[in-house]
């Protein structure tokens, strides 16, 4: 069957998005984001991918959050969203903000990983032929490489800008030393860093005591969070055990064995404070980090329209009281 051509809802900035200032920059992101680190792979039908990305684009997300080895398989999920960027969101490119990244393997051989010019340079140019692009709004390092010299990765970073192939450039999963060195190089050669992305959520708060929160702001960047949820976790998925087809069933980057009734004890106390504000626990998840003012962008995974459509209303309220906030302390005793 084919599908009736895509049109955006004409609303679709009215929706609730609201969007925050990237560091010192030009740019305006979503609150939230999409990543399609899981869920848009050749493994996925591409109708259920396709609906999560048009529901995503129809309520005000203009970010979606890509790197060269998402899938499955590798460099899939960058297909998929080649396929849909070229039958449905060409005529929309302006208003998206479109991500990559290279630094895990990608393949095989010395040269499809890590930090290298050579890897960089060739990752990217095979992500702009998946996506179907001439050039990405951000491409990231994503991840510290500490046998490349700091200077050849960021070297590469601004030299792929000059070239076109990138507008900014970011950095995730750095440490903060070598981040407040990349935070210099690449402004003393005009090629700002636009964004540090990190794993943050209310049970993994490794960016607060690491002092990357702070230093991201401090240097002029942006910061995005990812895996929001816990990949599941701070949501109500796993309040009466692991559902098929749910990431945990899976058991590769998300082990059932974490689902210990422990966790499940605090995730339904967390649960009662978040219908107490009225909220869905994804809601309140995403609203915990959203209420702090130095993260631009909360980055969700969503295996559904229905998903994206709850997680998406943790915008409405992200006022926490000094209570509520102590008691979800209490509660993960971070
Ligand atoms: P989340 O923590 O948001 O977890 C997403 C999963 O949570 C979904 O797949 C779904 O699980 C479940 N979920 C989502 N919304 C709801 C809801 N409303 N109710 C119930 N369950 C829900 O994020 P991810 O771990 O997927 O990471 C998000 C993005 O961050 C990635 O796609 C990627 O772009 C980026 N990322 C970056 C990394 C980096 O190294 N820079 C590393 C990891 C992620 P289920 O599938 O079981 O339905």
């Known amino acids: 069957m084919v599908n009736p051509p895509y049109r955006a809802v004409d609303d679709r900035y009215e929706a609730g998005m609201q969007y925050s200032r990237c560091g010192r920059s030009g740019i305006l992101l979503p609150k939230i984001s999409l990543g399609l680190w899981h ?12 609906d999560i990305l048009f529901y995503a684009f129809d ?5 979606f959050d890509l790197a060269n080895n998402y899938g499955p398989s590798y460099g899939s999920a960058e297909e ?28 095989p051989g010395p040269y499809g990983n890590w930090g290298s010019r050579k890897y960089l340079f060739a990752s990217l140019d095979q992500s702009l032929r998946r996506m179907n692009l001439d050039y990405v709004d951000i491409f990231y390092s994503h991840r510290y490489d500490k046998d490349t010299p700091l200077e050849e990765t960021l070297q590469a970073l601004v030299d792929i800008v000059r070239m076109g192939k990138a507008l900014y450039v970011g950095i995730s999963r750095w440490p903060a030393e070598a981040t407040e060195f990349a935070a210099r190089y690449l402004r003393e050669r005009d090629v700002p860093c636009l964004i ?6 209310m049970i993994d708060r490794g960016v607060e005591s690491s002092g990357i929160l702070d230093l991201a702001k ?12 816990e990949q599941g976790i701070l949501t109500n998925r796993y309040l009466h055990g692991i559902p098929e087809g749910s990431r945990a069933s899976k058991a590769k980057f998300l082990k059932p064995e974490t689902i210990t009734p422990e966790l499940i004890a605090k995730i339904t106390q967390l649960n009662t404070i978040a219908s107490d504000r009225g ?22 995974g969503s295996s559904s329209s ?8 943790s915008v409405d309220n992200t006022a926490f009281s000094p209570a509520e906030l102590s008691a979800i302390d209490t509660i993960l005793n971070p």
């Open 279 to 300: 909220q869905t626990l994804a809601q309140m998840a995403v609203a915990w980090l959203l209420k702090d003012d130095r993260v631009t962008s909360v980055i969700v």
């Open 218 to 229: 401090r240097c002029g960047m942006g910061f995005t969070a990812f895996s929001p949820l």
């Open 39 to 50: 869920n848009f792979g050749d493994v996925n039908p591409l109708s259920e991918s396709r």
């Open 80 to 107: 998929t969203f080649g396929r849909i960027m070229q039958s449905s969101f060409r005529p929309y490119r302006d208003e998206i903000i479109i991500t990559t990244k290279a630094g895990y393997d990608m393949w």
């Open 196 to 201: 540090y992305q990190g794993r943050y959520n």
């Open 306 to 313: 229905r998903q994206l459509a709850d997680t998406i209303r």
């Open 59 to 63: 309520h005000g997300i203009t970010c």
